[in-house]
């Protein structure tokens, strides 16, 4: 059940329509789990610094059950999360940042238990 916060000072109207789709999908793709699980929340215009600037920075912070972790695929989610953000907005890989956070099975909840 990836939950993925994408936080920018990026203002709405510089964000793609479909910037939350596509990022559906391709957090599906590399993570290997079904898209009807993956949650986006997108925050934009929020003030943001960035290595001491203001200029058009992101930071983009998921977690999932038993995905991340030391010697795991960390690197290579977060180059297509890189790839994906500049390429949707212009971003320049060094003003992106990308948190990790696996989150236990039993710390997520996606429906009630009588459904």
């Given at each position: 059940?990836?939950?993925?916060?994408?936080?920018?000072?990026?203002?709405?109207?510089?964000?793609?329509?479909?910037?939350a789709?596509?990022?559906?999908?391709?957090?599906?793709?590399?993570?290997?789990?079904?898209?009807?699980?993956?949650?986006?929340?997108?925050?934009?215009?929020?003030?943001?610094?960035?290595?001491?600037?203001?200029?058009?920075?992101?930071?983009?912070?998921?977690?999932?059950?038993?995905?991340?972790?030391?010697?795991?695929?960390?690197?290579?989610?977060?180059?297509?999360?890189?790839?994906?953000?500049?390429?949707?907005?212009?971003?320049?890989?060094?003003?992106?940042?990308?948190?990790?956070?696996?989150?236990p099975?039993?710390?997520?909840?996606?429906?009630?238990?009588?459904?």
């Amino acid at each position: 059940m990836p939950m993925c916060t994408v936080t920018t000072n990026l203002p709405r109207e510089k964000i793609a329509d479909d910037f939350a789709t596509s990022m559906s999908a391709l957090l599906a793709k590399i993570l290997d789990k079904p898209e009807q699980r993956v949650t986006i929340i997108v925050h934009t215009g929020i003030l943001v610094s960035c290595a001491g600037s203001l200029d058009p920075a992101m930071i983009v912070q998921l977690g999932s059950i038993d995905r991340f972790g030391e010697n795991r695929n960390n690197q290579k989610y977060a180059d297509d999360i890189f790839k994906f953000v500049t390429e949707k907005t212009g971003i320049p890989f060094s003003r992106i940042r990308v948190v990790f956070t696996d989150i236990p099975g039993y710390m997520v909840a996606g429906l009630p238990s009588d459904q």
